[in-house]
């Protein structure tokens, strides 16, 4: 009877023990079940969110790039942020060492708690030139061969073998100085001591402008011409031998200038060619061959030889050594000398102005990532 009792007692013990059991496996089963659906919601929701974070910051790179497309000077220093679908977007712009005319972009995108996104672009203004000038209007003309805004003075081995001559001041010619001219005239007198020829002389003729407005004008499209071909420079010591483009501007003096090369040489300030041996200036494409803004003197006391026109609109010119020049000269204030030089006439009295060229932006993605 308590065999029986006994066995009963163990049979219903090892039920519980196996419900039981069972009872554990379901609910690890369940909890682990519970505890994946858990981990996989918490997934779906940040996939979900990061991939709205990174359309919202794809928006926002391309709500920056239409803005510059539109004025490309807003991408220095670009910080554009605003809400958009229930998500933000931040842009901000980075500058190429390089090059101006590009930027990196990079736009942040958030969206919900665990939503974060960067996308970045390089944008780069490939700017479009528009020719707008009229060919025909291209060249310079000038009246005279020389042209000075005060005396015109030599006194020494000059020999000026140009077509015409004028002076808004007096013309003397003096020592071993000769003059071959078919006209010279003056606004004041002409006096010379060694004349060849037999050449028209007019004094007390009306003043001419030595800087109209078309100098002005055209000199300006010359350096606007070398800016556009990245030939401006702030120290004349960078200004190389041969400029991109045939034009070199500097912005301050020349005196840290070789004074020697192939092309059209602008100097905002005062320039001179002395000192340092022998000195060539070639100018390319009808350019002239030195412009000098300066209103000081333009003092030549090398061996010197230039091929082209020569300006000096508001200053001076001094020739205090062996010279050639094969081009027109104006010069704003006095031409004196005491050296030896021959001016030669200039097949091209005047000289080839750049064409007027306005740029328009065109603004590209070069790289996504």
């Known amino acids: 009877m308590k065999t029986k009792q006994l066995n009963k007692s163990a049979q219903s013990g090892t039920a519980l023990i196996t419900v039981l059991g069972l009872i554990s496996l379901i609910s690890i089963a369940s909890g682990y079940l519970a505890y994946t659906a858990s981990q996989e919601m918490h997934l779906s929701r940040v996939l979900r969110e990061s991939l709205k974070a990174k359309l919202i910051a ?12 539109t004025d490309f000077s807003q991408a220095s220093g670009l910080n554009l942020a605003s ?5 933000r977007y931040v842009v901000t712009s980075t500058p190429d060492p390089d090059s101006t005319r590009r930027y990196k972009l990079n736009s942040n995108g958030t969206y919900g708690q665990f939503g974060k996104y960067k996308v970045s672009a390089d944008v780069e203004n490939r700017q479009i030139l ?22 015109m003075d030599l006194k020494g081995n000059f020999d000026v073998a140009v077509n015409t001559i004028h002076a808004n001041g007096n013309i003397t010619s003096k020592g071993s100085s000769s003059i071959d001219t078919l006209a010279i005239s003056s606004s004041g ?10 050449s028209t002389i007019l004094q007390n003729q009306p003043a001419v402008n030595i800087r109209p407005a078309e100098l002005t004008a055209a000199i300006n499209a010359l350096k606007a011409y070398a800016e556009r071909n990245g030939a401006k420079y702030t120290d004349s010591a960078d200004i190389p031998a041969n400029p991109p483009g045939g034009v070199a501007w500097c912005t301050s003096d020349g005196a840290r ?17 002395q000192g340092g041996g022998q000195r060539t200036i070639t100018a390319i494409d009808g350019y002239p061959a030195l412009i000098v803004l300066g209103t000081g ?18 200053g001076s010119i001094f020739l205090v050594g062996t010279a050639d020049f094969y081009g027109p000269v104006l010069v704003g204030q006095s031409f004196t000398g005491s050296g030896t030089a021959v001016l030669h006439a200039s097949a091209a009295q005047g000289f080839n ?5 306005t740029t328009s932006d065109n603004v590209v993605i070069s790289a996504w990532y």
Do not use: H, M, R
């Not at 007198?189 to 037999?198: A, H, N, Q, R």
């Not at 003092?299 to 300006?311: D, E, F, M, S």
């Open 58 to 69: 794809e928006s926002g790179l391309n709500v920056a790039y239409n803005l510059l497309k």
């Open 83 to 87: 809400d958009f679908g229930n998500g």
């Open 130 to 151: 528009n020719n707008t000038s009229d060919p025909d209007s291209n060249y310079y003309p000038f009246l005279f061969d020389i042209l000075v805004g005060g005396i």
């Open 189 to 198: 007198k002409v006096i010379l001591f060694k004349f060849t020829g037999s």
């Open 257 to 273: 200038w070789i004074g020697s090369g192939t092309g059209c040489f602008i100097f905002e300030g005062d320039a001179s060619l």
């Open 297 to 314: 003197e333009v003092k030549i006391n090398a061996q010197t030889v230039v091929n082209g026109a020569i300006l000096v609109p508001n």
């Open 353 to 357: 102005i750049p064409p007027n060229v």
